[in-house]
Protein backbone atom coordinates (compact mmCIF):
# COMPACT_ATOMS: atom_id res chain seq x y z
CA UNK A 1 0.00 0.00 0.00
CA UNK A 2 2.80 2.39 0.85
CA UNK A 3 4.21 1.40 -2.47
CA UNK A 4 1.18 2.09 -4.17
CA UNK A 5 0.49 5.92 -2.59
CA UNK A 6 4.65 6.88 -3.30
CA UNK A 7 4.15 5.61 -6.89
CA UNK A 8 0.95 8.17 -7.36
CA UNK A 9 1.60 10.72 -5.16
CA UNK A 10 3.94 13.73 -7.46
CA UNK A 11 2.80 12.21 -10.57
CA UNK A 12 -0.66 11.20 -12.69
CA UNK A 13 0.54 7.97 -13.13
CA UNK A 14 -2.48 5.04 -11.99
CA UNK A 15 -1.60 1.73 -9.97
CA UNK A 16 -3.68 -0.67 -10.50
CA UNK A 17 -3.99 -2.78 -7.37
CA UNK A 18 -4.86 -6.08 -7.90
CA UNK A 19 -6.36 -7.83 -4.68
CA UNK A 20 -6.63 -11.69 -4.32
CA UNK A 21 -7.31 -11.79 -0.97
CA UNK A 22 -9.82 -9.74 -0.05
CA UNK A 23 -7.63 -7.43 2.61
CA UNK A 24 -7.29 -4.38 1.11
CA UNK A 25 -8.45 -1.28 2.98
CA UNK A 26 -9.20 2.11 1.92
CA UNK A 27 -9.25 3.29 5.61
CA UNK A 28 -5.62 1.99 5.91
CA UNK A 29 -4.74 4.41 2.89
CA UNK A 30 -6.55 7.46 4.35
CA UNK A 31 -4.76 6.85 7.62
CA UNK A 32 -1.42 6.58 6.16
CA UNK A 33 -2.46 10.10 4.10
CA UNK A 34 -3.71 11.86 6.77
CA UNK A 35 -0.94 11.01 8.99
CA UNK A 36 1.17 12.96 6.77
CA UNK A 37 -1.11 16.33 6.78
CA UNK A 38 -2.91 16.18 3.01
CA UNK A 39 -5.94 17.65 2.81
CA UNK A 40 -9.11 15.89 2.11
CA UNK A 41 -9.08 17.03 -1.41
CA UNK A 42 -5.66 15.80 -2.00
CA UNK A 43 -6.45 12.65 -0.18
CA UNK A 44 -9.38 11.85 -2.29
CA UNK A 45 -6.99 12.18 -5.47
CA UNK A 46 -4.12 10.36 -4.66
CA UNK A 47 -7.03 7.23 -3.91
CA UNK A 48 -9.01 7.95 -7.07
CA UNK A 49 -5.23 7.06 -8.82
CA UNK A 50 -5.29 4.24 -6.98
CA UNK A 51 -7.95 1.33 -9.10
CA UNK A 52 -8.59 -1.58 -7.04
CA UNK A 53 -9.28 -4.63 -8.63
CA UNK A 54 -10.16 -8.09 -6.87
CA UNK A 55 -9.25 -11.30 -8.46
CA UNK A 56 -10.39 -14.89 -7.27
CA UNK A 57 -8.46 -17.17 -9.91
CA UNK A 58 -5.78 -17.13 -12.08
CA UNK A 59 -8.19 -17.62 -15.17
CA UNK A 60 -9.39 -13.94 -13.88
CA UNK A 61 -5.88 -12.33 -13.87
CA UNK A 62 -5.25 -13.72 -17.39
CA UNK A 63 -8.17 -12.23 -18.69
CA UNK A 64 -7.37 -8.97 -16.89
CA UNK A 65 -3.71 -8.63 -18.49
CA UNK A 66 -5.52 -10.37 -22.27
CA UNK A 67 -7.68 -7.19 -21.93
CA UNK A 68 -5.13 -4.83 -20.97
CA UNK A 69 -3.04 -6.27 -24.02
CA UNK A 70 -5.76 -5.90 -26.12
CA UNK A 71 -7.07 -2.75 -25.42
CA UNK A 72 -10.27 -4.10 -24.02
CA UNK A 73 -9.48 -2.39 -20.83
CA UNK A 74 -7.79 0.67 -21.32
CA UNK A 75 -6.35 3.00 -18.09
CA UNK A 76 -5.17 5.64 -18.96
CA UNK A 77 -1.61 6.77 -17.71
CA UNK A 78 -1.81 3.14 -15.97
CA UNK A 79 1.84 2.51 -14.98
CA UNK A 80 2.12 0.04 -12.21
CA UNK A 81 0.34 -3.35 -11.43
CA UNK A 82 0.46 -4.75 -8.10
CA UNK A 83 -0.51 -8.12 -7.48
CA UNK A 84 -1.12 -8.85 -3.86
CA UNK A 85 -0.75 -11.85 -3.86
CA UNK A 86 0.34 -14.03 -6.57
CA UNK A 87 0.69 -17.76 -4.19
CA UNK A 88 -2.93 -17.20 -3.37
CA UNK A 89 -3.91 -17.86 -6.85
CA UNK A 90 -1.30 -20.94 -7.57
CA UNK A 91 -2.09 -22.78 -4.36
CA UNK A 92 -5.36 -23.35 -6.02
CA UNK A 93 -3.59 -25.59 -8.03
CA UNK A 94 -0.96 -27.49 -5.99
CA UNK A 95 -1.22 -30.89 -6.80
CA UNK A 96 -3.20 -30.93 -10.32
CA UNK A 97 -1.05 -34.13 -12.19
CA UNK A 98 -1.30 -32.19 -15.54
CA UNK A 99 0.94 -28.81 -14.53
CA UNK A 100 -2.36 -27.11 -15.20
CA UNK A 101 -1.25 -24.35 -12.95
CA UNK A 102 2.39 -24.10 -14.04
CA UNK A 103 0.43 -23.40 -17.52
CA UNK A 104 -1.54 -20.78 -15.82
CA UNK A 105 1.76 -18.81 -14.23
CA UNK A 106 3.26 -19.17 -18.00
CA UNK A 107 0.91 -17.28 -19.70
CA UNK A 108 0.85 -14.20 -16.67
CA UNK A 109 4.70 -14.04 -17.16
CA UNK A 110 4.15 -14.03 -20.87
CA UNK A 111 1.53 -11.17 -20.59
CA UNK A 112 3.48 -9.11 -17.63
CA UNK A 113 6.71 -9.26 -19.80
CA UNK A 114 4.67 -7.62 -22.63
CA UNK A 115 2.78 -5.27 -21.18
CA UNK A 116 6.54 -4.14 -19.84
CA UNK A 117 8.33 -3.85 -22.74
CA UNK A 118 5.24 -2.52 -25.26
CA UNK A 119 3.51 -0.55 -22.97
CA UNK A 120 5.98 0.22 -20.13
CA UNK A 121 4.24 -1.22 -17.27
CA UNK A 122 5.85 -1.88 -14.01
CA UNK A 123 4.86 -5.21 -11.83
CA UNK A 124 4.89 -5.93 -8.30
CA UNK A 125 4.02 -9.46 -7.67
CA UNK A 126 3.56 -10.30 -3.97
CA UNK A 127 5.04 -13.72 -3.52
CA UNK A 128 5.52 -15.79 -0.01
CA UNK A 129 8.93 -16.99 1.64
CA UNK A 130 8.94 -20.61 3.75
CA UNK A 131 11.13 -21.68 6.01
CA UNK A 132 12.01 -25.33 6.66
CA UNK A 133 13.71 -26.36 9.62
CA UNK A 134 15.27 -29.69 9.41
CA UNK A 135 16.58 -31.18 12.69
CA UNK A 136 20.18 -33.40 12.80
CA UNK A 137 20.40 -35.20 16.03
CA UNK A 138 24.14 -36.18 16.85
CA UNK A 139 24.94 -38.62 19.40
CA UNK A 140 28.54 -38.57 20.59
CA UNK A 141 29.92 -41.06 22.90
CA UNK A 142 31.20 -39.77 26.16
CA UNK A 143 33.89 -41.56 27.07
CA UNK A 144 34.16 -39.89 30.61
CA UNK A 145 31.03 -40.32 32.01
CA UNK A 146 30.31 -43.57 29.82
CA UNK A 147 26.56 -42.30 28.78
CA UNK A 148 25.67 -40.84 25.60
CA UNK A 149 24.42 -36.73 24.67
CA UNK A 150 22.53 -35.79 22.16
CA UNK A 151 23.31 -32.77 20.62
CA UNK A 152 20.23 -31.57 18.48
CA UNK A 153 21.72 -28.95 15.08
CA UNK A 154 18.79 -27.32 13.34
CA UNK A 155 18.81 -26.26 9.94
CA UNK A 156 16.50 -23.68 8.49
CA UNK A 157 16.04 -23.67 4.93
CA UNK A 158 14.38 -20.67 3.44
CA UNK A 159 12.77 -21.00 -0.11
CA UNK A 160 10.13 -18.65 -2.27
CA UNK A 161 7.04 -20.24 -3.38
CA UNK A 162 5.82 -20.44 -6.92
CA UNK A 163 8.85 -23.27 -7.14
CA UNK A 164 11.90 -23.26 -9.26
CA UNK A 165 10.57 -21.83 -12.49
CA UNK A 166 9.51 -18.28 -10.87
CA UNK A 167 13.32 -17.69 -9.34
CA UNK A 168 15.01 -15.70 -12.79
CA UNK A 169 11.20 -14.34 -13.30
CA UNK A 170 11.40 -11.14 -10.79
CA UNK A 171 14.30 -8.11 -12.28
CA UNK A 172 14.95 -7.46 -8.22
CA UNK A 173 13.51 -9.19 -5.73
CA UNK A 174 12.72 -7.79 -2.24
CA UNK A 175 12.48 -9.76 0.77
CA UNK A 176 10.95 -8.35 3.74
CA UNK A 177 11.29 -9.89 7.17
CA UNK A 178 9.66 -8.80 10.37
CA UNK A 179 12.23 -8.37 13.26
CA UNK A 180 10.15 -7.28 16.29
CA UNK A 181 7.26 -5.19 17.20
CA UNK A 182 8.25 -2.25 19.61
CA UNK A 183 5.70 -0.48 22.32
CA UNK A 184 4.89 1.82 20.42
CA UNK A 185 3.29 -0.70 17.90
CA UNK A 186 5.97 0.26 15.37
CA UNK A 187 7.01 -2.59 13.44
CA UNK A 188 10.85 -3.04 12.30
CA UNK A 189 11.15 -4.76 8.86
CA UNK A 190 14.26 -5.62 7.16
CA UNK A 191 14.97 -5.34 3.60
CA UNK A 192 16.94 -7.46 1.35
CA UNK A 193 17.26 -6.53 -2.55
CA UNK A 194 18.61 -9.17 -4.88
CA UNK A 195 19.15 -8.94 -8.61
CA UNK A 196 18.19 -13.10 -10.32
CA UNK A 197 21.22 -12.16 -12.59
CA UNK A 198 23.82 -11.62 -9.92
CA UNK A 199 22.43 -12.82 -6.84
CA UNK A 200 25.26 -12.30 -4.61
CA UNK A 201 24.74 -8.43 -4.74
CA UNK A 202 22.61 -7.51 -1.81
CA UNK A 203 21.73 -4.46 -0.79
CA UNK A 204 19.85 -4.08 2.71
CA UNK A 205 17.84 -1.95 5.08
CA UNK A 206 15.94 -1.65 7.97
CA UNK A 207 12.31 0.23 7.62
CA UNK A 208 9.94 1.15 10.11
CA UNK A 209 6.24 0.67 9.47
CA UNK A 210 3.52 2.13 11.66
CA UNK A 211 -0.30 3.72 11.54
CA UNK A 212 1.18 6.03 9.83
CA UNK A 213 2.50 3.99 7.37
CA UNK A 214 6.80 3.40 6.27
CA UNK A 215 8.59 5.99 8.52
Known sequence: MQLAINFVKESNNIVLYI??????????????????GLSHKDMAVIM?????????NIEELI????NIKKGVLKIENLSMIIVDSLPCLMFQHFGDNNNIG?????????YSRYLSKELQIGFIFVNIQTRWIDQDITDPEDTESACSIKDLTYNEKRTRCLGKYWKTIPALVMVLEKLKLETNSCVTIKVLVTHHINPSAVKSCFINVSAQGVI
Open 19 to 36: DTKGDFSAVRIQKILEAH
Open 63 to 66: RLLE
Open 102 to 110: LTFLNRVIN
Open 48 to 56: LKIRVVYIW
